[in-house]
């Protein structure tokens, strides 16, 4: 499997948590304290967090973004993650604010209680996202963490069906997708994504306002078969879980005679790669 | 564009209906006389029935399902739409149980006032269709009729993303999905396929029961921005139209800086042509 990292110890049915709060734009510190409170309560094998939620997401100018990004090599965010997760034994995906050299972009990255582990750079940039991060160029990574195989996305990717269905093509189990939604879709959507890829998707999405941004909280957790097994609150902070069930997601027989993988006709697709954009 | 065939004339309003009866197994001319007392109360430029509304569906074998079949260019069934296109002044689409010399496709064809005018044959079968039916070898053809662009795609397709993100890369503003539906999740997904791709899509599909099958009726028309428009009887005979808005389906913005096609970035989705079926 392309990209396929491993890591950690094998759970059987594995507990995912969502953690929803409202990031203050700008401060690293401040986020830390927010998350270490909302994490005591938290009992589970993987943890997702909204994105960008080291930094908040509205920010004025790339300058200011810059101001506060951090290189995966040198950041108080991730050594505070790699504390939690070493206490909770667990792993922690969450939305960053990653500097590269000169390059800023919208990640999202994974860490464990021995620290970083991988990250994926948001491959659909939002509106004015372009202004300050790069378009992700790490294509869509798969690690093996807590006995799952997990992908990342980020966000807007939620309206290109394009990069669930290469997760599941990967063997995805599990789909963590920190979001800092401002519109309601994507909440239900997910759960058709989910159904036919046959994985479970934990959409993190962050609350409160940021200048003419209000954010739609309300994450959820859906099943390979489409069911909506945790929803958070829209306005409030939220720490919901769920143990899952992989031989859910590990199940791709659509009927007796109709497996997700074989019944593609993946000669008939090519149009998808070879269209011009205009 | 690929596969563009025009005809006919222009409505800038065009009113889609949706016709939704169980067929009987293997008579085309009960199957007709039905339709015909259907046909009588719509008024629509373009009509969408079933999948294999002119023989049913739950053949015993591929020997009873041949014995059916018609070829487009000797087929009592399309003249027989074909006098329905021309004295409603419309366009039909219907599932059609296909003969092409020895092979059999499960096919959605589309008729005028003048005729046969195109078919699509469905390119993932379902569980046993495929010892009756040769999978589909005409890709995704895309007509333009009553002013809009029309993509066809027939029941189980349903379940692959790719099929409609073709459709929607080919500008198409409705997708006629004629069904035979015996699980109840495609009358939901369809909302989030539409929303996505920025299409509507006409979801026929059929009632009753053939041996152990129970088709689950509840035709959809949906809108691009993924509301259910129309929603039909899950259990009774159902006729609904409505006129639809092609201002939504040519709008592509997603924001003011984001349109689907060119917020795309296909060079992150060759997996999904280059990866091996096992």
Chains 1, 2 share one sequence.
């Not at 507990?15 to 709060?21: D, G, K, N, Y």
């Not at 031989?247 to 790669?273: A, G, H, V």
Request: aromatic share 10%; with cysteine.
């Amino acid at each position: 499997m392309e990209n396929l990292k491993s890591s950690g110890t094998e759970a059987l049915s594995p507990t995912v948590a969502l953690v929803q709060f409202a990031p203050l734009l700008g401060n690293i510190e401040s986020n830390i304290n927010s998350l270490c409170h909302l994490l005591k309560a938290v009992k589970a094998d993987v943890i997702v967090l909204p994105e960008l939620a080291s930094t908040g997401y509205a920010f004025s100018n790339r300058s200011d973004a810059f101001q506060c990004a951090e290189s995966v090599d040198n950041s108080s965010y991730i050594r505070f993650l790699t504390s939690q997760a070493a206490s909770l034994n667990c792993f922690i995906v969450s939305g960053f604010n990653e500097r590269d050299e000169n390059n800023l972009y919208n990640s999202a990255i994974l860490v464990g209680p021995s620290g970083f582990i991988g990250k994926y750079r948001k491959i659909h940039l939002f509106w004015n996202e372009s202004d300050i991060f790069e378009p992700g160029d790490l294509g869509l990574p798969v690690f093996e963490v807590a006995g799952l195989k997990l992908g990342l996305l980020v966000c807007f990717d939620w309206m290109f069906p394009e990069v669930w269905r290469i997760l599941a093509l990967k063997d995805v189990d599990l789909v963590a997708h920190p979001s800092n939604l401002v519109l309601p879709f994507c909440q239900q959507a997910v759960a058709v994504h989910a159904l036919c890829n046959r994985f479970y998707i934990a959409t993190a999405n962050r609350i409160g306002s940021e200048g003419s941004l209000h954010f739609t909280g309300g994450s959820v957790l859906v099943s390979p078969l489409g069911e909506t097994i945790i929803r958070g609150s829209v306005e409030e902070p939220f720490v919901g879980s769920h143990t899952i069930d992989l031989s859910l997601s590990r199940n791709k027989n659509i009927t007796p005679r109709n497996t997700l993988k074989e019944s593609r006709r993946p000669e008939c697709y090519t149009f998808l790669t070879t269209v011009e954009k205009k």
